[in-house]
């Protein structure tokens, strides 16, 4: 028999069509018979503030693609499982019973007049219940769902800004969790590596992979280079070049400008020609090592040799200068697609390289601010922490979709709109959500409600140019300070091509 998903609508007038108690037991039958029951829930009748911000018949629908089917009736559905998962990451400080106590009344219908609260221990249960990898599957529903068209900041010179990085997590230190994830060398706890294209403008993450921290960052990122799409520039930290990957991902028709080691034998080119902006076209070319390495590392000695590949070289020194005069210089390397240096000029392309830095805003803001520092996550199982993990990104972009929302309204660029003030605004509004017990009406639409009370928050400043440490060492001794940057486009040190 075909599975439908549960269906969320839009709220209407009350006694815009049928009676209140019967629109009352309709949604009771849709939440309890779960996303596999074809049953859907009238108008006039809402899920809640929760499954808004969830992407409402989302829900459903990642649960039927995950092949979830309810068992039996019990309040604990699939889908009011899925809210709730959502609401532990939201609420990351609290605990199961906590939590419970407030997503439950939320929706409407999933508990009867008097009914107690179920434990949580019925809510571990429930999610061991969950079939497949419902919370990826909501995750990668929703995550191209955001539309940054017209969003302040989110294009340079016509092209979007995207960004790949990686992180690791704690986990909980469990046999089962240690024997798929896992433990560092030097570490206490097994960790999962997560890899993540986010979007500069907006710090929305747009695809995630996964795995052990024993998967390196490399094996990750090749997962999704499907992500990446025509119209964007792709910035990715020096870690991330390998000649294959190079020539893979800017197939995809997206643009790359990826910084590549300083060392004389790190990048495979040899100089064609000198810009007059200061920048060299180069020649990738696959030596004898790298070809024969490629050929172990697959274990398929049939491997032809890739093929010789044009590129731009943008290399310059960036010079760090601190209130008090002191200064510090790096140099970079930013090997890139965009070969016309008239429409892509060098200095254009160094300075915008600095957008790489929003990959670890979105790590701190959902490593810190959303799920709260040094806090391990709660699943004792490795398919708990994964559920956790995927969760997390859920809410971590309904959250920036409310930010990149706020700033449409008030027309300004999203980096003005406080990501904690959105947090707590959230967790406000969510709690004071609530609905005719019977009915369901709401009065008002919550998320324009909320909408509203983040934009009458005070901004962020963004003019500022700051620096902070990056190393516990660091940290010890230095402090968040301004700065003043200065590029200098270089001349690079490789051979010319024969």
Sequence with gaps: MAQSAMSWVAPSPVGSGGAVGEGSRCLREAVLAGPASGVSVEEGLRAGLLADLAGGNTVGEALTRAGHVDGRRRVLTGMVTVLTVLGLCLFRSEGYDSVLARVLPLLPGVLTPGAPVPTASALSQARTRLHGAALSALFAATAGAGNDAGVPGVTWLGLELTVFDGTVVDL?????????????????????????????????????????????????????????????????????????????????GAQLAWRVKNGAKSLPAKTIDALPDGSQLVRLRESDSMFYARRRATGDATLARLPDTIARLVEFTLTVTDGRGRTRTSRFRILTTLLDHHTYPARAIAAVYAERWQAEVVYYRLKVTLRGPGVRLRGQTPALA????????????????????????????????????????????LSADTSCRNCGYRPADPLD?????????PRDRTGRQRASPRSKKQRRTEHTRDVSYTITIVTSNLPKAT
């Design 172 to 252: 909980a230190a469990t046999p089962e969790i240690a024997a798929e994830f896992a433990i560092p060398s030097g570490g206490r706890f097994p960790q999962a590596r997560l890899v993540t294209l986010a979007s500069c403008g907006t710090r929305r993450v747009r695809a995630a992979a996964v795995d052990s921290c024993a998967v390196s960052e490399q094996a990750l990122v090749d997962r999704l280079a499907d992500a990446l799409a025509p119209g964007t520039l792709n910035l990715a930290d020096r870690n991330f070049f390998a000649m294959h990957r190079w020539i893979a991902f800017a197939a995809t």
């Design 449 to 457: 409600t909320l909408v509203t009370a983040i934009a009458a928050h």
């Design 386 to 429: 994964r559920q956790e993990i995927w969760g997390l990104l859920v809410i971590y972009n309904a959250l920036c979709d409310l930010a990149t929302q706020t700033a449409v309204s008030l027309g300004v660029d999203p980096d003005e709109i406080s990501f904690v003030a959105v947090l707590r605004l959230t967790r406000t509004h």
